[in-house]
């Protein structure tokens, strides 16, 4: 009996170092795999944005041309820097950039703050129509606004001018002035703020506020005294991402302040790729430049909200109070109708116009109406044009592969640093974050450097667009996943587990088709706005890969106003078509996915 238990125990204790050996190599292949698979998303990200962005500062430190003596023969040098910093256009491009992305953000903080505050706080009527209305900007593309309100506040032919006289009022519109920059600036770029502040206003407990007018502070008061100081990092948030995407516009500087000689860095830039023989050099070295001043504010924004105390969510529920405003509510949903007019039925309007008119000579308000005056010989040179179908097949087939490949990778970059445990995912968030502080500009300057020395590479193809897409909007894609992970318990994923469920089988039948309206959401934004980005693709188009934003552009310079008016129609209406047939499938997953957890009756 003894030696049957002696046995017996044994037995057991044999079973139980296997057992443990089996789990400690489990545990070591789990380690390997989780390393190998950091590993890879560094290498990735590194391919997509440190590569670039180290051969931007080598260009910027050396004084050889990448075309003509490729990466073999750099010679390092200061002397690009030190003709950059003492250059009196470079200065004069920093101060006008800082003046018109400064003051298009202080308009674009008013009216996003403003029409957060009235969906969120007050009992204004249509409040989901005005929340509707404050987000259109964000897809209309920079040039076509700029072109629009080009026709519209023109000195000489401009539309609004055009009314004025006939009315006979005495005003004159220039947007070719720096006041025009921040004008349209400051509308197109409220949504920014509206999107953090609206969010923040939602989260946060009335009662702070209700506490402040107990103690006898008037609404306004409470306003500018409890509300906004409690979600300033939202504000700052806003603020500082419309104004790096302001720093990296080039569409509007170009149409609205080159007439006036106003010059930007953005415009600067593509000044010096542009000369012969061109400059890249000089213009990696503005491009360094612009990503200090960007990664500065990045900075600051940090340094300005860390320390102080923000929380404002609390254990208990709560319900955002609406303030009663009474008559003045009416007005508060009539600037929501103005913002609409002025930003999208009047631009829109004044496209239409220039678009079907022969000539935009209009001696009278009769002839405005005159239907003689109008035809389509604008839209039929634009198509009869060979590199226009060219340019839309380029455009979607760009779109298609950054929507596909750049999902993906937010996925992969969202699901690691929010759902697992793994060695090195802030690592891979803040090389992910890197971006937010390089416009695009600089963005398609560095891919430039990166891969026109290298033959047989990726200069010259689509998939150099895609890959600067990919990186430029990498920030956008990974939070706009990121909640989407965040609202997922991580229940749901251990259950699988229990049931023995491997981990990619979890993600396949649990995490993706939770998450699937927001992967939707962000490949629809990566496709929307690797339409409209002309910044990146200046630098790295081909005649054989030009995109629309790109031909838009030509065709501006190349001064035919009619055919410039017709493209940018094309390109609205392209662009409105795809927004709704996303948001068409988006309704669709919803759907299906609620009727899949609706109990069986």
Same mark, same amino acid.
């Given at each position: 009996?003894?030696?049957?238990?002696?046995?017996?125990?044994?037995?057991?204790?044999?079973?139980?170092?296997?057992?443990?050996?089996?789990?400690?190599?489990?545990?070591?292949?789990?380690?390997?795999?989780?390393?190998?698979?950091?590993?890879?998303?560094?290498?990735?990200?590194?391919?997509?944005?440190?590569?670039? =962005?180290?051969?931007?500062?080598?260009?910027? /430190?050396?004084?050889?041309?990448?075309?003509?003596?490729?990466?073999?023969?750099?010679?390092?040098?200061?002397?690009?820097?030190?003709?950059?910093?003492?250059?009196?256009?470079?200065?004069?491009?920093?101060?006008?950039?800082?003046?018109?992305?400064?003051?298009?953000?202080?308009?674009?903080?008013?009216?996003?703050?403003?029409?957060?505050?009235?969906?969120?706080?007050?009992?204004?009527?249509?409040?989901?129509?005005?929340?509707? =209305?404050?987000?259109?900007?964000?897809?209309?593309?920079?040039?076509?606004?700029?072109?629009?309100?080009?026709?519209?506040?023109?000195?000489?032919?401009?539309?609004?001018?055009?009314?004025?006289?006939?009315?006979?009022?005495?005003?004159?519109?220039?947007?070719?002035?720096?006041?025009?920059?921040?004008?349209?600036?400051?509308?197109?770029?409220?949504?920014?703020?509206?999107?953090?502040?609206?969010?923040?206003?939602?989260?946060?407990?009335?009662?702070?506020?209700?506490?402040?007018?107990?103690?006898?502070?008037?609404?306004?008061?409470?306003?500018?005294?409890?509300?906004?100081?409690? /979600?300033?990092?939202?504000?700052?948030?806003?603020?500082?991402?419309?104004?790096?995407?302001?720093?990296?516009?080039?569409?509007?500087?170009?149409?609205?302040?080159?007439?006036?000689?106003?010059?930007?860095?953005?415009?600067?830039?593509?000044?010096?790729?542009?000369?012969?023989?061109?400059?890249?050099?000089?213009?990696?070295?503005?491009?360094?430049?612009?990503?200090?001043?960007?990664?500065?504010?990045?900075?600051?924004?940090?340094?300005?909200?860390?320390?102080?105390?923000?929380?404002?969510?609390?254990?208990?529920?709560?319900?955002?109070?609406?303030?009663?405003?009474?008559?003045?509510?009416?007005?508060?949903?009539?600037?929501?109708?103005?913002?609409?007019?002025?930003?999208?039925?009047?631009?829109?309007?004044?496209?239409?116009?220039?678009?079907?008119?022969?000539?935009?000579?209009?001696?009278?308000?009769?002839?405005?109406?005159?239907?003689?005056?109008?035809?389509?010989?604008?839209?039929?040179?634009?198509?009869?044009?060979?590199?226009?179908?060219?340019?839309?097949?380029?455009?979607?087939?760009?779109?298609? /592969?950054?929507?596909?490949?750049?999902?993906?990778?937010?996925?992969?970059?969202?699901?690691? =640093?929010?759902?697992?445990?793994?060695?090195?995912?802030?690592?891979?968030?803040?090389?992910?974050?890197?971006?937010?502080?390089?416009?695009?500009? =600089?963005?398609?300057?560095?891919?430039?450097?990166?891969?026109?020395?290298?033959?047989?590479?990726?200069?010259?193809?689509?998939?150099?667009?895609?890959?600067?897409?990919?990186?430029?909007?990498?920030?956008?894609?990974?939070?706009?996943?990121?909640?989407?992970?965040?609202? /997922?318990?991580?229940?749901?994923?251990?259950?699988?587990?229990?049931?023995?469920?491997?981990?990619?089988?979890?993600?396949?039948?649990?995490?993706?088709?939770?998450?699937?309206?927001?992967?939707?959401?962000?490949?629809?934004?990566?496709?929307?706005?690797?339409?409209?980005?002309?910044?990146?693709?200046?630098?790295?188009?081909?005649?054989?890969?030009?995109?629309?934003?790109?031909?838009?552009?030509?065709?501006?310079?190349?001064?035919?106003?009619?055919?410039?008016?017709?493209?940018?129609?094309?390109?609205?209406?392209?662009?409105?078509?795809?927004?709704?047939?996303?948001?068409?499938?988006?309704?669709?997953?919803?759907?299906?996915?609620?009727?899949?957890?609706?109990?069986?009756?």
């Amino acid at each position: 009996m003894d030696a049957l238990a002696d046995q017996t125990g044994v037995a057991y204790g044999a079973a139980a170092v296997r057992n443990a050996a089996h789990a400690s190599t489990d545990t070591r292949r789990s380690r390997l795999a989780s390393r190998a698979w950091i590993a890879f998303l560094v290498a990735l990200l590194g391919f997509l944005v440190i590569y670039p =962005v180290a051969m931007l500062v080598v260009g910027a /430190i050396t004084d050889s041309n990448p075309v003509v003596d490729g990466l073999a023969g750099l010679h390092p040098s200061i002397a690009n820097f030190t003709a950059v910093l003492t250059n009196p256009n470079v200065r004069d491009a920093l101060i006008n950039s800082l003046i018109a992305c400064g003051g298009g953000t202080a308009l674009a903080l008013t009216i996003g703050l403003t029409f957060s505050w009235i969906v969120v706080r007050t009992n204004t009527p249509a409040k989901g129509f005005i929340a509707a =209305v404050s987000m259109i900007p964000l897809f209309v593309p920079p040039l076509v606004a700029g072109v629009a309100w080009v026709m519209l506040g023109s000195p000489k032919t401009g539309l609004i001018n055009l009314a004025f006289k006939w009315l006979g009022i005495s005003l004159h519109v220039d947007l070719y002035t720096m006041g025009g920059l921040i004008f349209v600036f400051g509308i197109y770029y409220a949504p920014y703020v509206y999107m953090f502040t609206a969010s923040a206003l939602r989260n946060m407990d009335p009662s702070l506020e209700e506490a402040a007018e107990v103690a006898g502070a008037s609404p306004v008061a409470t306003l500018f005294t409890v509300t906004f100081p409690l /979600i300033l990092p939202a504000i700052i948030s806003g603020m500082l991402l419309s104004f790096v995407v302001m720093l990296g516009i080039y569409g509007i500087p170009a149409v609205l302040g080159a007439p006036a000689n106003i010059s930007v860095l953005t415009t600067y830039i593509f000044k010096l790729t542009a000369w012969q023989p061109p400059l890249y050099n000089t213009a990696a070295a503005v491009a360094v430049v612009l990503m200090v001043v960007t990664g500065f504010l990045v900075v600051m924004q940090q340094k300005v909200i860390s320390g102080r105390s923000y929380a404002t969510v609390a254990g208990k529920a709560f319900r955002p109070r609406s303030l009663d405003l009474g008559p003045w509510r009416w007005a508060t949903l009539g600037l929501a109708v103005v913002y609409l007019l002025v930003v999208v039925i009047v631009p829109t309007l004044a496209l239409v116009i220039t678009a079907f008119r022969k000539f935009m000579f209009i001696p009278t308000i009769a002839s405005l109406v005159d239907m003689r005056q109008y035809s389509l010989m604008h839209f039929q040179a634009v198509f009869d044009n060979s590199i226009t179908m060219l340019s839309i097949w380029n455009t979607l087939e760009v779109g298609v /592969i950054t929507a596909i490949a750049g999902g993906a990778l937010a996925f992969a970059i969202g699901y690691t =640093v929010h759902r697992t445990q793994v060695g090195g995912r802030r690592a891979i968030d803040l090389l992910s974050s890197l971006p937010v502080a390089i416009p695009g500009l =600089v963005v398609g300057v560095a891919y430039l450097w990166a891969w026109i020395a290298i033959p047989g590479g990726l200069y010259g193809t689509i998939w150099i667009l895609a890959l600067a897409f990919i990186a430029r909007f990498m920030p956008d894609t990974v939070k706009v996943l990121s909640t989407s992970f965040m609202q /997922i318990h991580r229940e749901l994923e251990e259950a699988a587990w229990v049931c023995g469920r491997g981990l990619l089988s979890t993600i396949r039948t649990i995490v993706l088709p939770l998450a699937s309206p927001g992967v939707i959401a962000a490949m629809t934004l990566l496709f929307v706005l690797g339409i409209r980005e002309l910044g990146s693709s200046l630098f790295l188009y081909t005649s054989n890969t030009t995109v629309m934003a790109v031909l838009l552009l030509d065709y501006y310079e190349g001064g035919n106003t009619g055919k410039t008016a017709a493209f940018s129609l094309v390109q609205t209406l392209l662009l409105a078509v795809l927004i709704g047939g996303f948001n068409l499938i988006k309704w669709l997953v919803a759907r299906r996915a609620a009727a899949k957890a609706r109990p069986a009756t």
